[in-house]
């Protein structure tokens, strides 16, 4: 309380308690606002380099599954695509019996987690090893009438196709297929040839960012088109995380070949997306 003291007046008084002025009030304010815009950048870009260190942990779990399955199962990985791209799409289809063997849904019980086809539709996962922190699906209005992602569930992670070059699309006329599983022995230069990358779940945003992908993150494996940008560096480039068949994580953003008339087809024998 304040202190009551004698007057020369004989009369007691009462100290006035300390207060701020108007100017010491500003001058306190404009010290904490520009505390604040020094620091929340560099808080920001810190969340951001944490959800993409988490993200470059998924992968590398992807990859110490996929090199527990291959040696077991004699130096092979497990195929690229699953049920998504049977006819019609999410069933068992006898056309496509490498479908079964699809790496998210043999890989996952390696990891402590179920089978990808063992979540009902409409109860997908999200989060944890299946998709990337930094990825969020658009509303279902944005994507194909035959993709709904917030009921068939969506991966921000996606498989190289070309591993397992099996598939038409693209090949030219005369050229054999590879095998439906890629045997790692058979691997030109693994440290550089990619497993696994984030891919878009903007539609606008794939085809070499010519847009035209409505079913983007749909699938388990995808082509060049479905490369992300997700992550920014310091510099403010955008680049995503890549799995090597080594199990090594790189972040790239030099991965489209902007020479190319269909940047999402490589040129045969590019070994960043080729094995041999």
Not at 102 to 115: G, H
Not at 122 to 132: L, M, P
Request: glycine letters at 8%; aromatic letters at 12%; one cysteine or more.
């Amino acid at each position: 309380m304040p202190k009551t003291v004698q007057g020369q007046s004989g009369r007691s008084t009462r100290r006035t308690p300390y207060a701020f002025s108007l100017i010491e009030v500003l001058v306190v304010t404009g010290i904490v606002a520009l505390l604040i815009a020094v620091l929340m950048p560099s808080l920001a870009r810190a969340r951001a380099k944490g959800r993409e260190v988490a993200c470059a942990a998924h992968l590398r779990n992807w990859g110490q599954a996929f090199h527990l399955y291959a040696h077991s199962h004699n130096g092979f990985l497990p195929h690229t695509d699953d049920r998504a791209r049977n006819r019609p799409p999410d069933v068992y289809d006898p056309a496509y019996p490498e479908h079964e063997f699809c790496y998210i849904d043999v890989l996952p019980p390696l990891l402590q987690r179920p089978a990808w086809r063992s979540f009902p539709e409409g109860a997908k996962q999200t989060g944890d090893i299946w998709q990337c922190g930094e990825a969020r699906p658009l509303p279902d209005s944005a994507y194909s009438p035959q993709y709904r992602p917030s009921r068939q569930g969506y991966h921000s992670y996606a498989m190289n196709s070309y591993l397992t070059y099996d598939f038409p699309f693209g090949r030219e006329e005369g050229i054999e297929p590879y095998p439906a599983f890629l045997q790692l022995s058979r691997c030109k230069a693994p440290s550089r040839t990619i497993l696994m990358f984030e891919q878009t779940l903007d539609p606008a945003r794939g085809y070499g960012l010519q847009g035209g992908h409505d079913m983007a993150g749909r699938y388990t494996a995808e082509d060049a088109r479905a490369l992300s940008e997700r992550h920014a560096r310091t510099s403010g480039q955008l680049g995503g995380n890549v799995l090597m068949i080594d199990g090594h994580i790189e972040w790239r953003s030099d991965l489209w070949d902007e020479r190319l008339p269909n940047p999402r087809l490589p040129r045969r024998g590019d070994l960043n997306w080729f094995p041999y």
